[in-house]
């Protein structure tokens, strides 16, 4: 492969386009984020690490996903991209300063890479010690989270957990592809991503990738980005989802999962499980506007010398445990069309069993 033109460090946020705020800033508050900052075209939230935000949205006339931003290790990375792609380096006007470059992927979606942005203070989060049945520090404590039992509340005669997760930072974006190579492509010539696995087709072709960022012996995510082309009678739109990292342990995760469960105003998407491929505990959840975003904790990190695994659409359908994926997982829409999306599939590892068989018997007729 050619040297690419860059190699990002990591993601920083995802922007979208919203026809209004209040639903989503009071979904994002529930989800477990900050407002950062807010003004008549543009809100901003942030998690408790340092990126200054995570998740942007300004004011428009559809609901709709506009692409994703990520650091460049160095000004020159934004020099060579520009130089690349004929665009300009441009100030970023938006909190945290800083310079960027934007252009677009094969699907349309918009990339920013960003150089220079001030970071926040990080929140202190102090980390609880858990006791396992082989290791057993912490003594004479109990665990508790938030004010254990006072997180109950009633709320007009319903029950409320009132702890929300503490989202910390953004991990990766999921997105779907017309030509899952040609992204796969993109991706590594472009800004220097390499592929952690490589999901193959019964017929050989390349149907997506899980792609980390090449930061030679230091470790990163397991993926930053995933690029997927399931079998679908139509092109799902190119948001899949966005992943959090949630702050503290699997109890943070399971804290956002009860608050969010309570509430009862939100769609549950997916979980809780454990990921085969990255390794996450997860879960995933609807905004008001059909977007699906997920808290995760517990990844896998990896360096550039862990070689690139190929796998089938089983290993890439199944979890380590947890529930099967719903026929909506992955697929934007708006959210009174989604019970009538699961009413006709149960749920999305039959849909691709189904379609594996197909290309199977394909295959082997050629």
Partial sequence: ???????????????????????QKKYLN????????????????????????????TKGEENKYIGSAYKANDYSDLEALAKEFNVEIVEITEPGGGHKVTVIDPDGIEVEVCHGMREAEAVAIVSKVINTGESTPRENQTQRFGKGAEEWQLHDDKWVYELTSKVKRLGHTAINCRDAQASVDWYANVLGFISSNNLVAPDGNTMGAFMRCDQGDKPVDHHTINNISLPSPEYPGAYGHAGYEVSDSVDDLMAGHYH?????????????????????????????????????????????SVPTDDIGLLEFGKAQYGPPPPATFGHSMPVDQVDKV???VPDLFEGVLKDVERMTKAAMEK
């Fill in 342 to 344: 699961r009413a006709e």
């Fill in 30 to 57: 529930h989800f477990g984020m900050m407002l950062a900052h807010e003004d008549e075209n543009s809100i901003f939230f942030r998690g408790t690490g340092t990126s200054p935000y995570i998740y942007v949205a």
């Fill in 1 to 23: 492969m050619a040297k690419p033109i860059c190699k990002v460090a990591d993601i920083i946020y995802v922007r979208f386009e919203l026809t209004e705020f209040e639903a």
């Fill in 260 to 304: 969010l469960k309570t509430v009862d105003e939100y769609y549950h998407e997916w979980g809780i499980g454990r990921h085969l491929l990255g390794s996450q505990m997860y879960d995933y959840w609807r905004d008001p506007h059909g977007f699906t975003h997920e808290h995760w904790t517990d990844g896998d990190l990896m360096d550039a």
